[in-house]
């Protein structure tokens, strides 16, 4: 009789054990199969090693699990080398089958990978079930072992492939390998039938079963439960390696230079740093802080919660130092605290930041000291020479005619001459002295430690020397010249304003004297200097007050001896001071900018004036350059004529050769704007000037006035009347009337008369003298005054 492979012939229990170390086989060889396909190439054969040993195991250990739960009922037992056999079988084809899986990343080997596991797995069964002795005769089911092999064979092709493709087919891989091993046990084990036979003895060195299958279960499960652990412990240090990396991509992404270190051990750094440092990553990486920054940086670093920037220095290689700054925050890394170190290249910030402050206290053009800095400078000096009772002098210069090299040559060429001074006088002061630009073409020199007045002025002669000299060695066109104001501490001053105002009158001084040269205060300077500015304020308050009024002074028609009209003149009657002269106060104006509302109250008054004349008479007004070179003087013009009521055409403006000089082109704009109103235009002073012919042919001008000193001397200088009767021939030749100026006796009118000259004023015609001495003239109708010369 036969006995027949039945499911009542198998513990149920342990069928569901060797069902349990069949998925935990299965799991197992699809997770060690994807990881050892994603490990490094270096990596790859230790981990196919662990998942043969491990699924090899594992599938004999099913294999005995499944045959301890089956009882033949008869004596059985298990040949030793064949049971070993099985064992290294499983082990050495399914190290073959991943590795031919593994071998290159396609679907052929995955499917070849496959089925060699498929007959690795029967080659373990059926090697088992050579091994399996029983006191019987077995035979074989051939359509049922056939069936067997093909389930072995499919479902593990279908199992690795389904594991090579995606993260989603684990479970499906995995339950592919579960109907391999299951269905080649049980189909093999329903191809074989026993027939007992006492006559055949069980050898005496075969092992039980149940040691067997016990065994094989132990190893199997500790195994493959290490396998998993060192799968998730390499699982997790892939992700923490990802996560590493992951992070210094993000970090590379950062400008800043960024160092992750736990325990003052660098763990990593991004590219950045690296850059900055000099060095690679596997050099710091491991390296103390302490390589880095000194100790005092490191105990700031360790208090990261501070949130503080740290500002220190960073050793980089060769030895080479550079200046960061360092912000510490405390970060999860790897699931451990880490402290990340932003560090900040300063150099840049510290460059700028001297450079800030080298702007804030010195001039950019010339590179010397500011005014501010020249104060602080001033300052340190005084208190020096104080502390060692000694002297030291304050210099205040200024170019001469500064504004007309920028008029005539242009800005650049006034930039050149500023830095072309401030070198040459530079290298007169020496590394001692301090030259300093306190704004313009206004400059200041500080000299310590001079020994009296005399060192101070030879300084000053030695500048006004190199000035000169230069301008010899120079291919400019525009020439350099300076004026210079010294005063000295503590004679003439104690602190920086007095010494500073001090020097400052001097070269007033200078100016009003002679430019090109210096000058030491003098206590008189003072006086003077504060009884002008006295005179300056006074001034700005008569404009406001009824302090000012008008003169008028006839002009006459030679050859009719008729009055034709009036010069208006200014004069100023001080409450304490009395009359002052318009040469006192007119050069104060000029000077202080107040001219330009002294024309406009003058033009207004004399305006106002002439349009109440019934005798329509010409009034001359002198407008001075502030007025000329004013954009807004013809809108201001024009606004006076408005509401005066004025004919335009009895209005003459008279402007000096002097008055167009500053500023050529805005004079003729000016002029032009004044002539197309019907104003007349007349040259005053004519003669004097530098150009005036050149004046002549370019603006437009209506009359000639020719300059008092030539009249006063044409009876008794042959040059002077030579000079009168070519102005007077140059008149008539382009047209213009011209005026005789200061006619004071018979024999210069006479000799007018016979040149011909147009008209005459002076004190032989009449003084300046108020409207009411002329109320005859302008009260009457021409015709009156016609028939009453008559």
């Not at 300059?707 to 001397?713: A, E, L, N, V, Y």
Request: charge should be negative.
């Amino acid at each position: 009789m036969s006995v027949i492979f039945t499911l009542e012939q198998h513990d149920p229990w342990l069928v569901f054990v060797a069902a349990c170390v069949c998925a935990l086989t299965s799991f197992a060889a699809v997770k060690l199969l994807a990881h050892a396909a994603e490990t490094s190439a270096g990596k790859r054969p230790s981990w196919l090693t662990v998942a043969a040993m491990a699924i090899g195991l594992g599938v004999w250990s099913t294999h005995f699990i499944a045959m301890l739960a089956y009882s033949p009922g008869v004596d059985h037992g298990y040949d030793a080398t064949l049971t070993f056999a099985s064992l290294a079988a499983s082990v050495a084809v399914t190290m073959l089958a991943f590795r031919v899986a593994l071998s290159a990343p396609s679907a052929f080997n995955a499917l070849l990978g496959g089925l060699l596991l498929g007959i690795g797995l029967a080659v373990t069964h059926y090697l088992g079930m050579a091994a399996f002795k029983v006191a019987g005769r077995i035979h074989w089911d051939d359509a049922l072992v056939v069936a067997s092999l093909l389930i072995s064979a499919v479902f593990s092709t279908l199992g690795v492939s389904a594991a090579l493709r995606a993260n989603s087919m684990m479970a499906a891989a995995t339950l592919f390998l579960m109907a391999a091993v299951g269905g080649l046990h049980f189909a093999s084990m329903s191809a074989m039938s026993i027939a007992p036979d006492p006559t055949i003895a069980i050898p005496q060195n075969t092992i039980p079963q149940s040691a067997v299958a016990i065994a094989g279960a132990v190893l199997s499960i500790l195994i493959m439960t290490f396998s998993l652990f060192g799968l998730l412990y390499e699982n997790d240090r892939r992700r923490r390696a990802a996560e590493a990396e992951r992070m210094r991509g993000l970090a590379n992404a950062a400008v800043e230079g960024l160092l992750v270190c736990c325990k003052g051990v660098v763990t990593t750094a991004n590219d950045s740093f690296l850059a900055l440092v000099g060095m690679d990553l596997a050099t710091i990486r491991g390296a103390n802080l302490s390589a880095f920054f000194p100790a005092e940086a490191i105990r700031e670093i360790e208090d990261a919660e501070s949130k503080i920037p740290v500002e220190t220095v960073l050793a980089c290689k060769n030895g080479i130092r550079i200046r960061v700054e360092l912000l510490c925050r405390m970060i999860d890394f790897g699931g451990d605290p880490h402290i990340a170190i932003a560090v900040r290249d300063i150099r840049w910030r510290r460059e700028a930041e001297n450079h800030i402050r080298f702007l804030a206290h010195h001039d950019v053009l010339t590179g010397l000291p500011n005014r501010s800095h020249c104060y602080d400078i001033l300052d340190r000096e005084i208190a020096r020479s104080v502390h060692s009772n000694g002297r030291m002098a304050a210099m205040v210069i200024d170019l001469d005619h500064f504004k007309e090299v920028n008029d005539l040559f242009g800005h650049a060429e006034g930039d050149a001459m500023l830095k072309s001074f401030a070198r040459v006088v530079s290298s007169v002061l020496g590394p001692s002295g301090t030259l300093a630009r306190l704004g313009g073409d206004e400059f200041a020199a500080i000299l310590p430690d001079i020994a009296d007045r005399d060192a101070a002025v030879r300084v000053a002669q030695a500048i006004i020397d190199a000035i000169r000299a230069e301008n010899q060695a120079s291919q400019s066109r525009a020439v350099m010249s300076a004026s210079i104001g010294v005063a000295v501490h503590p004679a003439d001053g104690r602190d920086r304003e007095s010494l500073l105002a001090h020097a400052d009158m001097a070269l007033y001084q200078t100016k009003a004297e002679k430019r090109g040269g210096y000058r030491l205060f003098d206590p008189v300077m003072a006086v003077r200097i504060h009884d002008r500015r006295a005179i300056e304020q006074d001034l700005r308050n008569a404009i406001d007050g009824d302090e000012l009024h008008l003169v008028y002074q006839p002009q006459t028609d030679i050859s009719t001896n008729q009055i034709v009209g009036f010069e208006a003149l200014l004069r100023w009657t001080h409450p304490m001071r009395g009359n002052i002269p318009p040469a006192d106060f007119i050069p104060i104006a000029e000077e202080s900018r107040i001219m330009l509302r002294l024309d406009e109250w003058v033009l207004a008054a004399a305006c106002r004036e002439a349009a109440k004349w019934r005798n329509p008479l010409s009034i001359s007004v002198n407008i001075s350059a502030a007025s000329l070179h004013n954009r807004h003087f013809p809108t201001i013009l024009q606004n006076i004529l408005s509401v005066s009521g004025l004919n335009p055409a009895r209005l003459e403006l008279e402007v000096t050769e002097t008055t167009l000089i500053a500023d050529f082109e805005r004079a003729l704009e000016t002029m032009l704007s004044v002539k197309a109103m019907g104003v007349r235009i007349a040259m005053d002073d004519f003669g004097t000037g530098y150009s005036s012919l050149t004046y002549l042919r370019t603006f437009p001008f209506d009359r000639l006035k020719i300059d008092r000193t030539f009249i006063g001397s044409v009876t008794n200088c042959d040059q002077s009347a030579t000079i009168v009767r070519a102005v007077l021939g140059l008149g008539r030749s382009l047209g213009l009337p011209v005026v005789a100026e200061g006619v004071e006796t018979p024999e210069e009118l006479r000799f007018l008369a016979g040149e011909h000259c147009d008209e005459a004023q002076g004190y032989l015609i009449g003084k300046p003298a108020c409207i009411d001495a002329f109320l005859d003239i302008v009260d009457r109708a021409p015709k009156e005054l016609e028939m009453a010369a008559a």
